[in-house]
């Protein structure tokens, strides 16, 4: 492996870049789209249509206190925001916008991103225990309790993808859907994979470490100011992860006629994002309980179905 | 030294999952100073204690000490999302104390600004129930159409939510012809609009889940409760003051009492949604044989009382809200007792929180359409 330091800092400023970015347009957008599916415009006065409103409401956000409460443990306090948001910049790392846009090239790239993913949910079980607030704990402990429920399904959806390709690099998997995307050979694992991918990334109609009318702010009941908004570029960021992975696995990555390949990425993974946003701004909330049933009943079953007739017809 | 009375947190059963949480009064699941102390074991309730009286004003004191017409516009500071219908109650009692005659073109004019007023109180609850739920667009939906209705009543009573519009033997003004086509026009669009909430929410498959076999009331607990109103009849209980001790002429239109037998949040979902298609029917009934004449009768400047009691029921949107006036004469009662429809309604949550998820807790404290100023009165 030949990285020099310089390249090392590129990657890193421009992966800082690309989170910052994300979370701007997506706070931007999720507004938006709350906005004009509920009959009303949604920030219109920051800049043309509200764009810079994310920003305004960053810098007030910066400026803002960051208090601790009196009887929180201060250091898993301070931490959970950090430990939440850290493992984006490696997760981002290994995933490919174009043939040639990629910040590395990693053989086990998947495994990365689905292992990084966890972490999330140590930020949210640290936040929720470290607030000292039973609201925070309950979100806490019910983020750690849907982990099982979500990540085998979504991993059996990933193993059947890499069964079909017989690689874990992203790149390889993305230049594999050349002629064919996977969504066509797996439609139902896609949606087993965007409903798990929901659930990571804590979204409506799965909500429940948030849960507002149930626990007032859930985990970040407590938070307020800067880390406050360090779970949400994580939220945000995790989405784009959750949706450039869906790219990658099932929508042929950055492959499509006419547009260059990063073009299309980009369309690709943020249509993905408007479809989470289309469920969060539809659905009521899913019990805990019926969420657990629903995905030990239902989509494990499904994935692991969809897995054996996958290798059946592959041995075949 | 007046010291609030601070409720015991001691817990019936301590293990190691157990911890007392408390539920309000600042929490976005009560909808006002309601505060709730749950027992819980995880995630379940082991036991619900609704602590009261954040909001308590001393309304029938207050009552004792205020001529009838001052007190006009302060009962319906108790149910705010049901002003009219508080301001009905009053005026009703007193004309029934009184022997006021009310002109028929007022009733009828009553009538239709009261079942306005309960389509936007039943709209608001459609919406909040939904954000109980964690449904965040239903709930603007709801106040898109709300705020129409809200308009519509501003341009008659002056005032958008507690309202004062009734005076004591017929209304303040009359409404022109104008006014009875725009109500008629709100409901031909709004008629179109229903559907939508259907199409929304009520096939929606994650909120059947919620609210199905959520919260049931059965018959006899409803009734030994004090329950009414929707939550009433949705447990199969057909009762309705205003079909079964019709006041105000309600006996004159032709309308249906919404009944489901289920007693579940679904069911309360399902008499609410069904209540605001009959009070547009009413309505449209009300405008169409609206009599010519004038709308207030002639009353005494100086309202003196005569000796004697008087109780007057009226069906909220929450329920039955009784008046009960004791008069010894003269401008002022001796005694005023409301009878809350939410407060008794309230009631029974403890027992129905009982072993219940806190999710669902919430869902079935939403179902029943809690306005907390009238519980606290």
Redesign the interface.
Known sequence: MNISLLSVFGYLVGIAALVGLNAVILVWLERKV?GH????LGPMEVGPHGILQTLADGIKLVSKQLVIPDEADKPLFLLAPIVSLVPIFAAMVPLPFSETVQAWELNIGLLLIIALGLLNTLGILLAGWGSNN??AL?GG??AVAQILAYKIPLLICVMTIIMMTGSFSLRDIAIAQKDTWNVLYQPILFIVYIITVTLETNR??F?FSE??????AGFHTEYSGMGFSLFFLAEYSYMFIAAGLATVLFLGGWHGPWLPGVAWTLIKIYSIIFLMMWFR??????????MLSFGWKILLPLSLINFIITAGVLAL | MNRPIQPTYTLDKVGEENFALNLGPQHPGTHGVLRVILHMDGEYILKADPVLGYGHRMQEKIAENMTYPQTLPYVSRMDYLGALSYNLAWVLAVEKLCQFEVPERAEVIRVIATELNRISSHLLWWGAFLLDLGGFTPFLQALTDRERILDILEEITGSRLTYCYFRFGGLPSDVDEEWLTRVLDFIKEFRTRLPRYHDLVTGNVIFHHRSKDVGVILPFDAAGYGLSGPILRGSGIDFDVRKHEPYSGYDRYDFEVPVDQNGDCLGRYNVRMAEIEQSLRIIEQAIGSIPEGPVRSKVPKLIKAPEGEVAVAVETPRGQLVIYIVSEGGKKPYRVKYRVPSFANLSIFAKMARGQLLADALAILGSLDMVIPEVDR
């Not at chain 1, 849960?211 to 007032?216: G, K, W």
């Open positions: 709350a599916m509920q009959f009303r039973k609201y309950l402990a019910r409506s109609p909500d849960a507002e009318s149930e626990l007032v701004w539809t659905f009521p909330r899913v019990r805990i309980d019926q």
